[in-house]
């Protein structure tokens, strides 16, 4: 089992940045990939960015692209994601996503972090 622990949320204005990040726990000895996704009211949960945790490549979502930065800390299996030049449209709850190497795929995720951008 692998265990999620995000942070950095809160109310911000738009054209202001914000951190988070995401601690994981548990097994996580063979990791794969680590992403962000984020949901609004009424809608699907939507991709936002992912780093793969040996080589480093990134994704992003292209709503994200050139403002948000995706980044990793194996030593202390941290993910985190720098979001910069924020718009309402940002406004959403954000989870972390595991997926470990046996599955590649997002098989754990964390409880999710509020991001309120005001116009």
């Known amino acids: 089992q692998v265990q999620l622990v995000e942070s950095g949320g809160g109310l911000v204005q738009a054209g202001d940045s914000l951190r988070l990040s995401c601690a994981a726990s548990?097994?996580?000895?063979?990791?794969?990939?680590m992403g962000w996704f984020r949901q609004v009211p009424g809608k699907e949960r939507a991709f936002v960015a992912q780093?793969?945790?040996?080589?480093?490549?990134?994704d992003y979502a292209d709503s994200v692209k050139g403002r948000f930065t995706i980044s990793k800390d194996n030593a202390k299996n941290t993910v985190s994601l720098q979001m910069n030049n924020l718009n309402p449209e940002d406004t959403a709850v954000y989870y972390c996503?595991?997926?470990?190497?046996?599955?590649?795929?997002?098989?754990?995720w964390g409880q999710g972090t509020q991001v309120t951008v005001s116009s």
């Open positions: 996503a595991y997926s470990p190497r046996r599955t590649m795929s997002f098989d754990y």
């Open positions: 548990g097994r996580t000895s063979n990791t794969w990939t």
């Open positions: 780093i793969n945790w040996n080589v480093g490549s990134t």
